[in-house]
């Protein structure tokens, strides 16, 4: 059985005040039967490890694929994981966007993430133009064949679809979409890396995920949490994203 994971992504969101509502969520969340993890900015890592009192997995939101040297501004898996983070996203569209990071890009920093005991939330997504064009299991099997490194195993790999048209946009692919791409992917990492890997990843939904639409994008075959961005921000809104999951 795969335990169900709900996943704040606050992007470039958050400071002290901020931690108030992990601490909120972390109250009010601790019997959850989903697995809960916020991915704060690197700032906060620290400090949200401790407010959240061990309720709550503390992600980062990119790493640097070496583990330490001569790069201004970068943060390695292992500062990550010594700051007492347990998973990083890598590959976000934002990255792959405002940092022209490709498919190897991810799949080094993976390895890097892995090396150093970090859990990946991979990220994979289709443009406007790619779905319009047909060619949205294309762009994914060829994002999940490039992204993804060898050593993965059903603990430590995290897939998310995430379509960059549905990022923040408050617009939502069908249910048949998700379902079509989440069972594809699911055959995919089968194919790849046998059943009973494949079989035990856990493959999230991102994209304008919120507390009115979480359950019934839950009830999609092979959705097995959320990937959240703008709703993650808030407990009020958060909160009931993981009770529809705990419910799914
Ligand atoms: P959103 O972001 O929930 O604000 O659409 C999702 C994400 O980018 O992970």
Redesign the pocket.
């Known amino acids: 059985m795969r335990r169900k994971l709900a996943a704040g992504?606050w992007?470039m969101n958050g400071l002290q005040a901020s931690l108030a509502e992990l601490s909120t969520l972390a109250a009010e969340h601790a019997e959850a039967s989903s697995e809960v993890l916020i991915c704060p900015p690197a700032t906060l890592i620290g400090a949200a490890v401790a407010a959240s009192d061990g309720a709550i997995g503390i992600g980062g939101q990119d790493c640097h694929a070496e583990v330490s040297g001569a790069h201004t501004g970068d943060i390695s898996a292992q500062m990550l994981k010594d700051a007492g983070a347990t998973h990083v996203i890598l590959g976000?569209?934002?990255r792959r966007e405002d940092h022209g990071e490709s498919d190897t890009d991810v799949r080094t920093k993976a390895r890097a993430a892995i090396d150093a005991g970090l859990k990946v939330v991979i990220?994979m997504g289709e443009s406007l133009d790619e779905r319009e064009a047909n060619n949205t299991l294309d762009i994914i099997g060829g994002q999940l064949a490039g992204s993804i490194p060898d050593q993965v195993t059903g603990e430590n790999l995290i897939v998310?679809y995430?379509p960059i048209w549905?990022?923040?946009?408050g617009k939502v692919p069908t249910l048949d979409q998700i379902g079509e791409v989440h069972d594809f992917v699911r055959a995919r990492l089968e194919k790849r890396f046998g059943e009973g890997v494949g079989r035990s990843v856990r493959i999230l939904y991102?994209?304008?995920?919120k507390p009115g639409n979480a359950a019934e994008i839950f009830a999609v075959s092979n959705v097995d949490g959320a990937?959240?961005?703008?709703?993650?921000l808030k407990a009020k809104d958060f909160g009931p994203i993981i009770t529809a999951l705990d419910n799914s």
């Open positions: 992504n992007k976000h569209s934002e990220c998310a995430e549905a990022i923040g946009t991102g994209g304008s995920v990937l959240v961005g703008g709703a993650s």
